[in-house]
């Protein structure tokens, strides 16, 4: 009886234990689930999501200091990191599709952006995206 009990009490704080790191883990907010493959292909597709909104490439280069409409996207998961204080070039990117105009980079203007890949884009879509610009140091 009493080997049963401590079992018990074994098998419940192992329980517990895991419990608690899966937790821990559903808070990490790096890109677990992004595919920076599927991110590239989406990235250079000229048109993108059910609203047929412009992709990426239409406004963005991968050529440094080269400027279509934004900015060059070279070396820009380097960069992600130090614009805004307290905030990982992970959070900085995902932010920056998912609501353009809360930082404008320096010398360009809030509006000229696609607005909507928030809500066209899956949240898949968007790791992934944030996967690939995460590759572009
Ligand atoms: C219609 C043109 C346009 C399209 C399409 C567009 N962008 Fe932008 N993007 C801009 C402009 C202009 C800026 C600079 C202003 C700002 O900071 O929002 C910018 C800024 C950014 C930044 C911040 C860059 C930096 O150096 O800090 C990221 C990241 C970004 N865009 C990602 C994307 C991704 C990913 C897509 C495709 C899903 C996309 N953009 C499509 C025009 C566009």
Known sequence: MRKFTLLTIVLVVLALTLVACGGSDS?????AGGDAAAGDALYHQT?????SAPGCVTCHSLEPDTVIVGPSHAGVATRAETYVAG???EEYLRESIM???AHIVEGFTPGVMYQNYATDLTPQE???LVAYLLTLK
């Open 87 to 89: 905030m990982s070039a």
């Open 126 to 128: 968007i790791d992934n």
């Open 47 to 51: 048109v993108i999501g059910p609203a």
């Open 27 to 31: 808070d990490d907010t790096a890109v």
């Open 99 to 101: 609501t353009p105009d």
